[in-house]
């Protein structure tokens, strides 16, 4: 371990101060500091999928938990009031009380809290949710309530339904969870509706012609995904041209007056680079029902028309009926190679596709979610005032629950149970892109992605029985190569 060669090296008592001054730095972290801690930001580099949660490395993560909570222990407050606690540690507040309308919670990180007699909810991040670390045993009244904006790529275990029924609460981006974050990726409406990039067909036809581009463009640096996106993108390049500036299939460079690695682009540069372009390709790095990025965002904004692959219900939040080309609507790539072609040669049946900038926004669905939505996103520039960021707002929602189930109890009648299913987030199996370039061949135990699924599913229903036994479940973590063992 790490910091074990440190206690035996000459110059410990530096290292443990040093940690020290790093611990004190970091619990002395308020309200205020907590959006930019997260490192919440929607404009990061998208080609890389990398969204929200950078987790630190698992052993430097344990020691800093360790050494926190030996120095929280010293310093514990008695709350009065619910407590909240991120069992999977995510926003770093040691304990901070925060009203939430009329009412108060006590939200925390430490785990020293668990033991406490006001604790009511566990709050869990997805992708840290793990089956051998768990609050156990449960009793009747832990509420147990998961955070899940991340694709499912980073845990499979929550494609489940064994797994989701373990929870009461759930955030996801799907439509049935209790506090959907669907449009996590957007930033407003008028954001989606400006003009700013927006290029006419004929600027766009000139650029086809002079700076020699391809009508789709393509962006990912994350290849073999889950989605199996690069194999469609491969085939559909037999039937129209496709120029990919990212990792993934690179044929093309950037254009010489940006002349940086993508990464060191500014958001305005690689805006501007998608203008140029007719279509953009908008695959997810996985498919789930109401899976959305700012890569269907993105176009839209900059006035390309997106190619979507990932939620198949895309259409409940695209601006318009014709706002979007929907891949899977396409019998093969072949087909939809030759519309796409059709679409380049007629610009009245293009601009089709974009009358919504001018004439706005007919998706009632879609224009509903962004009035209601209480939090906004928390990236600098894009940062709205007033605006609190889902995580807070998602905290107060749990703890808006604890008094209305308390106020239930003190009149004397018992709520009914209330759990999460597989609707709140279960993502399907991952599959393959067929010859045709339909999304529609198993991969099995041989393909990395379809594998891992299976063994979460296993592993799940593991989980599930002995959670109810109330342990701790250690199964097979350490066996990923032997896929096909059954325990
Ligand atoms: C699953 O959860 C959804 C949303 O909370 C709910 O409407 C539905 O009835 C649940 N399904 C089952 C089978 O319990
Ligand atoms: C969009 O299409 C759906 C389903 O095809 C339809 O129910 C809806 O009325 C259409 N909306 C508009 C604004 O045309
Ligand atoms: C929370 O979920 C668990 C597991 O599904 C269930 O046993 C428990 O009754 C639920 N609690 C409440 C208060 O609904």
């Known amino acids: 371990m790490r910091i074990r060669r440190y206690f035996k090296c000459l110059c410990c008592v530096l290292v443990l101060f040093m940690f020290w001054t790093l611990i ?68 770093k507040d040691p304990g901070t009380e ?30 840290d949710f793990r089956g051998d670390d768990l609050p156990l045993p449960r009793t009747e009244d832990h509420i147990w309530a998961l955070l899940h904006e991340e694709s499912p790529k980073n845990n499979f275990l929550l494609c489940h339904d064994e797994v989701l029924s373990l929870f009461n609460y759930t955030s996801t981006f799907r439509q049935e969870s209790d506090f959907p974050i669907t449009t996590q990726y957007l930033v407003s409406l008028e954001w989606l509706q400006q003009m700013t ?6 600027q766009k036809n000139k650029y086809q012609k002079e700076e020699k581009l391809a009508p789709v463009i393509y962006v990912q640096s994350d290849c073999d995904t889950p989605s199996d996106r690069d194999e469609f993108v491969k085939l559909l390049m037999k039937y129209i041209s496709v120029d990919s500036y990212g990792a993934c ?117 879609l224009r509903n979610v962004m009035r209601t939505r209480t939090w906004g996103p928390t990236s600098d520039s894009h940062w709205t005032p007033g605006y609190k960021n889902f995580i807070e707002e998602y905290e107060c929602y749990l703890c808006q629950k604890i008094y209305e189930m308390d106020l239930l109890k003190s009149q004397g009648s018992k709520p009914p149970p209330k759990t999460a299913n597989l609707s709140h987030y279960g993502c399907p199996k991952p599959l393959k892109f067929d010859s045709m370039g339909r999304y529609n061949k198993e991969g099995g135990w041989q393909n990395f992605w379809s594998g891992q699924w299976m063994q979460k599913n ?14 701790n479940y250690c199964g097979s973590e350490k066996k990923v190569g032997n896929v096909k063992k059954d325990f």
Not at 41 to 63: A, G, M, R, S, Y
Not at 197 to 202: A, E, G, L
Request: hydrophobic share 35%; glycine share 4%; aromatic share 12%.
């Open 98 to 127: 925060r009203f939430c309308g009329n009412n108060k919670c006590f939200f925390t990180n430490n785990r020293q809290y668990s033991k406490h007699k006001n604790l009511k909810t566990f709050l869990f991040y997805g992708t």
């Open 24 to 91: 004190s730095y970091l619990i002395s972290f308020k309200d205020e500091d907590f959006p930019e801690d997260v490192a919440y930001d929607i404009f990061v580099d998208e080609t890389k999928d990398e969204h929200v949660h950078v987790p630190l490395d698992q052993e430097i993560h344990e020691e800093l938990q360790n050494l926190r909570h030996k120095n929280a222990m010293t310093d514990l407050k008695d709350p009065k009031v619910p407590i909240i606690l991120w069992w999977t540690e995510f926003t």
């Open 197 to 202: 990039y927006y290029k006419t067909v004929s």
């Open 458 to 471: 296993k592993e799940g229903v593991t989980l599930k029985s002995c959670v109810s036994k109330g342990k």
């Open 249 to 365: 299939i690179n044929n093309r460079q950037l254009p010489t007056q940006i002349n940086q690695p993508l990464s060191g682009m500014s958001h305005k540069d690689y805006f501007e680079l998608i203008s140029h372009y007719k279509f953009a390709l908008a695959m997810e790095n996985a498919v789930c029902p109401d899976y959305i990025t700012e890569k269907l965002w993105r176009p839209l904004m900059v006035g390309t028309v997106p190619i979507v692959f990932g939620s198949s219900r895309a259409q409940d939040f695209l601006p318009s009926n014709n706002s979007a080309i929907i891949l899977e609507n396409f019998k093969s790539a072949e087909h939809l190679g030759a519309y796409l072609g059709n679409l380049n040669a007629q610009d009245d049946k293009y601009e089709v596709y974009r009358t919504w900038k001018s004439n706005g926004i007919s998706n009632d669905n």
